[in-house]
């Protein structure tokens, strides 16, 4: 089993681009959730999807959406980038509702 | 909304020494309260959890405690050693699958 992987890995964009960072998960996981994390700010909880076919927004959503393709994957999108949105991004995966989240390795992204 | 408020924001400790970091909670629903540890460049990774139904649960030289009364818990390290040096996030989840996490407390244990 992979766990939880995200694409890419790094990446730079433009103010005003727009990019769709990619998740998977191979554990049958049911809940998936975006952070992002920023120096002493922890991770905030940009949207989650509790189950397939569902989405909710979390504590910072404004920029973002969501997609959630099938059980395996839950994409985020950046519609405009703008640099306030520079940060390093993580997607997780949880079996049901209050047991552990698994992380992928993070997505660094830079917005000039 | 939902707000976990975590504290210290760094902690040096002596090795040998305990480690005790403190989280508040503001949303009456949460039922589980994991923590998690984060090295330098890594994703965090869980270390121990607790549920509303319990009070206090040990795995070695780790340790949480729960109030649910005061909405409040936290993380207590033993015989701190150098490897425990990290940043910890404490977090609060529901059964509705939402999981905030609590702004994170960089750990240094100095030899």
Request: include cysteine; charge should be neutral.
């Amino acid at each position: 089993n992979a766990g939880v992987t995200q694409t890419p890995k790094f990446q730079v964009l433009k103010t005003g681009q727009s990019m769709t960072l990619q998740c998977a998960q191979d554990m049958n996981h049911n809940s998936m959730y975006w952070y992002r994390q920023d120096p002493g700010m922890g991770l905030r909880l940009i949207y989650y999807s509790a189950s397939e076919g569902t989405t909710d927004k979390g504590e910072v959503p404004n920029g973002y959406n969501v997609s959630r393709l099938n059980k395996r994957e839950f994409s985020l999108r950046l519609e405009s980038a703008a640099p306030s949105q520079t940060s390093v991004y993580f997607c997780a995966s949880i079996p049901q509702g209050d047991t552990e989240a698994f992380f992928g390795q993070g997505t660094r992204l830079t917005v000039v | 909304g939902e707000n976990v408020e975590q504290h210290p924001s760094t902690l040096s400790v002596q090795e040998g020494d305990s480690a005790v970091i403190k989280c508040t909670y503001s949303d009456s629903a949460s039922n589980y309260f994991p923590w998690y540890k984060q090295e330098l460049g890594k994703r965090p990774q869980l270390i121990i959890d607790i549920r509303s139904n319990v009070g206090e649960k040990k795995d070695q030289r780790i340790a949480v405690t729960l109030n649910k009364t005061a909405k409040h818990f936290s993380l207590h390290i033993t015989e701190t050693q150098p490897e425990d040096s990290a940043v910890y996030f404490c977090a609060a989840g529901d059964q509705g699958g939402k999981l905030i996490f609590g702004q994170g407390t960089e750990l240094s244990v100095k030899p």
